[in-house]
């Protein structure tokens, strides 16, 4: 596994140290493991604008409310990441 020593400002080095006292994350490589997980999950999906969002708002508002039960609707919202995904639903 690769070394890396990053530098930055003593507020930032805190901030990590508090979520190490906290439970969160085992060390300070776990943390910033988990960072660069996040930011490449982040990053392979299309990003979403204020004004997509906003869309979507009026959308889900303007549809009603739906009979389907809640586990239909985990169900479709699983198939359909799964379908962004390229992978099978779980």
């Known amino acids: 596994m690769a070394s890396v020593t990053p530098s930055m400002p003593d507020a930032m080095k805190e901030w990590i140290d508090r979520r190490i006292v906290d439970g969160e994350y085992a060390s300070t490589s776990d943390y910033i493991r988990d960072l660069v997980r996040r930011d490449r999950e982040r990053r392979s999906h299309p990003d979403l604008t204020l004004d997509d969002l906003r869309l979507m708002v009026e959308e889900a508002r303007a549809s009603g409310i739906s009979d389907r039960s809640?586990?239909?609707?985990?169900?479709?919202?699983?198939?359909?990441?799964?379908?962004?995904r390229g992978t099978a639903a779980e």
Not at 75 to 84: D, M, Y
């Open 70 to 84: 809640m586990e239909d609707i985990k169900a479709e919202a699983r198939r359909r990441a799964a379908a962004r």
